[in-house]
Structures are given as structure tokens and as C-alpha cells.
């Protein structure tokens, strides 16, 4: 930037001289009347237009010195947010590797607020991201109520502390469902659409989903629902991909009331409807291409009461993929 300012001036000058010079010249054209001698006021104006054109190319060059004195300090100030929510999110994503469910629920809120902080789309899919792949952990079925009969007083103990441990870490996981619930609700703060969520192979045993709105690729492949309910009741799915292939209904309740599929890929190829109770009732599938090929339906209920099927491809070819 210092070497653009002698070499502006540099040009200025010579610019005011060329047009100077050309002014001078214009009295030699045809048409006007040679003039031996320049009256001060016709050297005056020449000399006025010639600052003029200065001033207008100065501040052109200026303008341009501007725009990139911002570009750097907007581009430091990228890389410095960046580096924050580096620093920020290494220490939420410690907090979820924590034993305890304490500390893995304060991590699940703080990587959630990175997302909403994130400075770029792609940092905030890598803490959505994060969120999906703590579903995605092994986890270990409800052990029941009650120990098994003829127990003795150590497995009674052992039983509780696993209950217990079960429903904090139950807890931990429904929070992380109903954080994404929220932000792809249409009142959200901060909108989490346009991305993709990845629950491939996780273990649902309830949550909370209601109203909430994908638009990217939304992935349950081999998702196993297995008790409790999850809730899907006014869910859209818009123009992407609601893969359910392989997954696995065999208990609770899985409630698609008045869900809406639309424009988009559909695929329940491979799934197995076995337990449990999976509401369809109301849904909706405006333009989207279904495949159910593969599904097998030996066990449970699965209500179609009032479902459309409006302006969609069925089939039970399994999309090539």
C-alpha cells in the first residue's frame, strides 16, 4: 500500500500534465481560432480541468486502496473468529468425552452454541456434525425396572447404578435431538437448515423432532427404533433425502403424523417393521420419489389412515446410489 502512494502521485502528475498538454493542443484544432497568446483565464480552466480528471483518477485509486484495506481487515478478522472457535470448540468437544453425563450435557450445549456462532456454514456442519456422531455412540439398552428375579443384594446394586447411569445418559442424548429439533423449527433463532444430519445406526429410544424442517441429506440408514417415542409429527422433509434403508422398527413408537415428504428421495429399502407402533397418518408425499422395496412387515401396527401420495414415484426398485 506505501508503494501505491508515490507511484499514485507519480501518475497524477503526469495525467495533469498530459491533459494540460491536450488542452493546449485543442486551440490548434480545425475549427477553432489559433491563438498566438493564452489569456489567464483560458490557462485557468485548462489548469482546473486538469486537477479535475487528477482528482476524479485519485479518487478512484483510493477507492480501490479502501476496498482492499478492508478485504485484509475482514479476512483477519475470518481468521481470527476461526482460531476462537477453534480454541472453543476443542474444549466442547472434551466436555463430551467426559465420563460424566454432567459434563457431556454442558458439552452438547456448548458445541451447539459454537454452531450458532460458527463464522462459516462449513464450521457449523462440523458441530452438527459432532452432535450426530455422540448418537451415533454404542449405547446400552434400558436394563428395565427391575433387577432379574433371585438376584442377589450385589446384583440388585448393580442393577440401580446401571438404571441410573442408563437415564442420565439418556437424558444427554435426548437433549442433543431436541437442540436440533429447535433450531430447524420454524421459529428458530438460528437455523440449522441446509445441512445435512447423519443419524446413521443410532439407537433411538425417544426424542423430540416435532415441526422440525430438513432440506439437506437427513440419513436413519440402519437407525434402530427400539422404544420410547420419537417425535416426528409435522416433520418436512424438502428437497432432499430422508434415507431410512435397513432401519429397524421393533418398539415404542415412531410418530410420522402429518409428516410431509417432498420433492425429494424417499427410501425405506432393506427396513424391518417388526415392534413397536410407526404412525404414517396424515403424511404426505408430494413429488417424491418412495422406495419401499426389501421392507419387511412381520410385527407391530403401521397406520397409512389419511396418507397422500400426490405426484410421487413408488417403487420397489432401490435407487442407484
Not at 437433549?175 to 429447535?182: K, L, M
Not at 429410544?205 to 440408514?221: E, I, K, N, R, S
Not at 410418530?255 to 428421495?265: A, H, P
Amino acid at each position: 500500500m506505501w508503494i501505491a502512494l508515490p507511484v499514485t502521485f507519480t501518475c497524477a502528475v503526469l495525467i495533469a500534465g498530459v491533459a494540460l498538454w491536450s488542452g493546449l493542443r485543442l486551440l490548434d484544432v480545425h475549427g477553432v481560432k489559433h491563438e498566438k497568446q493564452i489569456d489567464s483565464k483560458v490557462l485557468f480552466d485548462l489548469v482546473k480541468l486538469s486537477f479535475a480528471m487528477v482528482a476524479g483518477v485519485g479518487g478512484l485509486v483510493a477507492l480501490v486502496v479502501a476496498y482492499r484495506k478492508q478485504r485484509t481487515e475482514e479476512n483477519s478478522a475470518l481468521r481470527e473468529d476461526t482460531k476462537l472457535h477453534s480454541d472453543r470448540f476443542t474444549a466442547a468437544v472434551a466436555q463430551l468425552g467426559d465420563p460424566s453425563p454432567a459434563v457431556q450435557l454442558g458439552g452438547v450445549h456448548a458445541v451447539a452454541g459454537l454452531a450458532d456462532d460458527a463464522p462459516t456454514p462449513q464450521l457449523r456442519q462440523t458441530c452438527i456434525d459432532v452432535l450426530c456422531a455422540y448418537l451415533r455412540l454404542p449405547y446400552d439398552p434400558d436394563p428395565g425396572d427391575r433387577p432379574d428375579e433371585g438376584a442377589d443384594p450385589a446384583g440388585y446394586e448393580a442393577h440401580f447404578r446401571a438404571r441410573a447411569g442408563y437415564r442420565a445418559l439418556r437424558e444427554v442424548r435426548h437433549t442433543v435431538i431436541r437442540i436440533i429439533g429447535n433450531h430447524l423449527r420454524d421459529d428458530a433463532s438460528v437455523s440449522w437448515r441446509d445441512h445435512d444430519f447423519d443419524f446413521t445406526d443410532v439407537v433411538f429410544d425417544g426424542g423430540d423432532l416435532h415441526g422440525a424442517v430438513f432440506t439437506g441429506a437427513t440419513l436413519f440408514t440402519g437407525a434402530a427404533f427400539a422404544s420410547g417415542r420419537l417425535d416426528l409429527s409435522g416433520t418436512r422433509f424438502a428437497s432432499g433425502t430422508a434415507d431410512f434403508r435397513a432401519a429397524r422398527f421393533t418398539g415404542g413408537t415412531v410418530d410420522f403424523l402429518n409428516v410431509q415428504f417432498t420433492d425429494g428421495t424417499v427410501s425405506f429399502v432393506g427396513a424391518e417393521f417388526t415392534g413397536g407402533t410407526v404412525y404414517f397418518v396424515g403424511a404426505a408425499f408430494m413429488g417424491a420419489s418412495i422406495y419401499f422395496s426389501g421392507a419387511e412387515f412381520t410385527g407391530g401396527e403401521i397406520l397409512f389412515i389419511e396418507a397422500k401420495f400426490s405426484c410421487a414415484r413408488s417403487t420397489s426398485t432401490a435407487p442407484s446410489s
